[in-house]
């Protein structure tokens, strides 16, 4: 199978994933294959805000990926891309010495997923070469503001606070007031997923949403049914 890009409207898909990749944390999902080439090691799936890139097949990026120019400069820094294609399925990967996004692309259709330095004659150097789950234990050319708090590697960060779930009972539209982990910040998103059918559920809500709980109303008359929770901070 090769590397798709699959967009979701309801964006449930997309915000549920921050990234997901196999093998251990202390391996990066970026390696080197040669003086000018870097390898995205299949499996991975990261999201690129509504969409998700699926790395089923290994990628290997040049300076053909380059938004600018045709080779790598000597003692430069890149970053490298997904990102959303202009159409069809394939996703772009591009290398770019932006720190913000590449050219030819904005904000919301582009995601750091890593990125390198290189040495004197314009080779990529290994030591520094670092991807979103890795960029915590590179040697050398990353430190943490380089890369979004919410996007540094599990081994960073807290993973049982940023990724939590649970369970409760809907309340009806007075809504049930939800506990959880303190994540600092009321940029989350939840997804609730009910457990049975006794009643009359109604449209789902998240709502009043604090750092330390939400609340999980339905519009229906039904207060008895569970319901089980995930939160996510990865937008």
């Not at 490298?80 to 996004?101: K, L, M």
């Not at 890593?114 to 990529?124: A, I, K, L, Q």
């Not at 919410?150 to 539209?173: C, I, P």
Request: net charge negative; with cysteine; charged share 20%.
């Amino acid at each position: 199978m090769g590397n798709t890009i699959m967009y979701n409207t309801a964006r449930s898909i997309a915000l549920a994933i921050n990234y997901v990749i196999q093998g251990p944390y202390s391996d990066k999902f970026l390696t080197k294959e040669g003086n000018t080439t870097v390898r995205i090691n299949a499996e991975l799936y990261v999201r690129v805000d509504d969409a998700v890139v699926c790395v089923d097949t290994d990628e290997d990026l040049t300076a053909a990926n380059l938004d600018t120019g045709e080779v790598f400069d000597a003692l430069a820094t890149y970053y490298i891309y997904g990102c959303h294609p202009a159409s069809g399925a394939d996703p772009d990967f591009v290398i770019s010495e932006n720190a913000t996004y590449p050219t030819g692309y904005a904000a919301n259709t582009s995601r750091k997923i890593g990125g390198f330095e290189t040495d004197d004659s314009g080779y990529v150097n290994e030591s520094t070469l670092w991807d979103l789950r890795t960029a915590d234990i590179t040697i050398a050319g990353v430190t943490d503001d380089m890369v979004p708090a919410r996007e540094l590697s599990a081994s960073k960060v807290q993973f049982d606070t940023y990724m939590q779930r649970g369970s409760g009972t809907f309340a009806g539209s007075g809504g049930v007031s939800v506990p959880i982990t303190d994540v600092g910040t009321t940029d989350y998103h939840v997804v609730v997923i009910p457990t049975g059918q006794s009643g009359y559920i109604g449209e789902i809500s998240a709502e009043s949403k604090a750092a330390n709980s939400f609340v999980v109303k339905n519009s229906g008359s039904d207060a008895s049914t569970g319901f089980d929770w995930i939160l996510n901070v990865g937008y």
